[in-house]
């Protein structure tokens, strides 16, 4: 079975700054999909960004990127320029790849506060 | 855009209560899903179903059943409500052979 370890409940950050969010994740599949979603306060989840595991260029959307290590089974999200909009609640997320039943396994969750 | 909706956002049932939670997608998703949220588990995954009428177990699926009788719409009940079923309960909706989950707003469930 898959588990995903986020080990940072709560980060804080200063506008403008620069955080990473730590992700750390454990299979013996090959071939997998990390997610990372945010969960603003009181609305719905989204994706922020997704990483194909056979492709070793690290994902970029925008202000947020990802630093994937596969060896190391380590997934972490950097947001750069942060805005307070950030603020939410982000989770790291594990997927095999895309067949008929295929499902996420989450970690635990890590609750980022952007301060003006 | 993708619509993924819940019949509630917020409910307060009593202990041994039959509780039923709605949720209907909008975009012809085979995949459907249900998670519960609490603090520091982060989600758990219920139940999914990949095509209307079939179901499996997710991790935790003691003291709940689903039902999907139609594409766009997945329930999910609870037989005889508990405390210990307090929690947000979110949906989620995902194309055959796509990676993206979207997901639904979310029920805040209180038992009592």
């Given at each position: 079975a898959q588990t995903v370890t986020q080990s940072q409940p709560e980060m804080s950050v200063q506008e403008a700054e620069t955080v990473t969010l730590s992700c750390t994740y454990d299979t013996s599949e090959n071939n997998y999909y990390l997610f990372w979603y945010k969960q603003p306060p009181s609305r719905q989840m989204i994706l922020v960004i997704r990483q194909e595991a056979y492709k070793q260029q690290n994902a970029t959307e925008n202000r947020f990127s990802v630093n994937f290590q596969k060896a190391a089974k380590s997934f972490s999200l950097k947001i750069s320029d942060?805005?307070?909009?950030?603020?939410a609640m982000y989770f790291c997320a594990f997927m095999k790849p895309?067949?008929?039943g295929s499902r996420l396994t989450f970690g635990e969750g890590t609750q980022l506060t952007v301060n003006p | 855009d993708v619509k993924v909706t819940q019949s509630s956002r917020y409910l307060v049932k009593r202990t041994g209560e039959k509780v039923f939670l709605e949720c209907v997608q909008?975009?012809?998703?085979?995949n459907m899903f249900w998670y519960r949220q609490d603090p520091g588990l982060g989600l758990r995954l219920i139940y999914f179903s990949y095509d209307v009428k079939m179901k499996e177990k997710g991790d935790i699926p003691e003291g709940y059943s689903v039902s999907r009788e139609k594409k766009e719409r997945f329930s999910l009940i609870l037989e005889s409500a508990s405390t210990n079923q307090t929690s947000m309960y979110l949906c989620a909706s995902r194309r055959q052979g796509g990676d993206e989950q979207y997901f639904g707003p979310g029920t805040r469930l209180t038992v009592t």
């Open positions: 942060s805005q307070l909009g950030d603020t895309k067949t008929s | 909008d975009m012809d998703h085979e």
